[in-house]
């Protein structure tokens, strides 16, 4: 079965600091590999998308991620976080017709 | 160009009640899904739809609930006789043909008494 898994419920740092989010995935063939981040009370938003290409893929607010096959992983990174950052973070994957999204990981970003 | 629009956003009903949520895509967008949200935990798929056609429909629990996506007018995702187990955040999202990103509304939180 195809899947994203994020090991960590909770990531924290302190604001500046370089932030990584993990997700590690499991596919047969080629992944389609997506975060998105989700705001208190809100709807999710996509950042990134891995398709094809180059592994590191560069999103909104400053996010990127870099795409492993090697690992099988996909971790969201920004070299200096915000607390405006401070979010929950959804990696999930394209296997057919739905996407399939992980447990989550909340980012707290402390000042 | 407006997001995806979801009504009502909240939405509270004694158990036994129907429960209908509305989603309207994004303009030019053909593709809707519809998710599931408890609190504190991801998002479960439920279905998958295209105009008039239901296209995955295997996350969606077999009684009760059903969907629509009409030629004309929002996607409908329905809910019969509610339960407390229903309340949860459900999420409508609306995508492009092919593998693209999913967009989407801001949720109906569904409260059941």
């Known amino acids: 079965a195809q899947s994203v898994a994020q090991p960590e419920d909770q990531v924290n740092v302190a604001e500046g600091n370089p932030l990584t989010v993990k997700c590690t995935y499991s596919?047969?063939?080629?992944?389609?590999l997506f975060w998105y981040v989700q705001y208190p009370n809100r709807g999710l938003q996509f950042l990134l998308k891995?398709?094809?290409?180059?592994?590191l893929v560069k999103g909104s607010y400053g996010f990127e991620a870099e795409f492993n096959k090697s690992q099988t992983s996909f971790h969201l990174k920004k070299p200096s976080a915000l607390v405006s950052d401070s979010a929950l973070y959804f990696c999930?994957?394209?296997?057919?017709?739905?996407?399939?999204f992980g447990a989550g990981t909340r980012l707290t970003v402390k000042p | 160009n407006a997001g995806v629009m979801q009504n009502p956003r909240h939405l509270v009903r004694r158990r036994g009640q129907e429960a209908r949520l509305r989603c309207s895509p994004m303009?030019?967008?053909?593709?809707v899904y519809w998710y599931r949200q408890l609190p504190e935990e991801g998002l479960k798929f439920m279905v998958y739809?295209?105009?008039?056609?239901?296209?995955?429909e295997s996350g969606m629990p077999k009684e009760r609930f059903s969907a629509e996506f009409p030629k004309e007018g929002p996607s409908i995702l329905r809910i019969q006789q509610v339960v407390r187990g229903d309340s949860a955040a459900y999420f409508c999202?609306?995508?492009?043909?092919?593998?693209?990103?999913?967009?989407f509304g801001p949720g109906t939180r569904l409260t059941v008494t």
């Open positions: 999202a609306s995508s492009r043909a092919g593998v693209n990103e999913q967009y």
């Open positions: 596919v047969s063939g080629n992944p389609y």
């Open positions: 999930a994957i394209y296997p057919n017709n739905d996407m399939r």
């Open positions: 739809l295209q105009k008039e056609n239901i296209i995955d």
């Open positions: 891995y398709i094809t290409g180059d592994n």
């Open positions: 303009k030019g967008h053909s593709h």
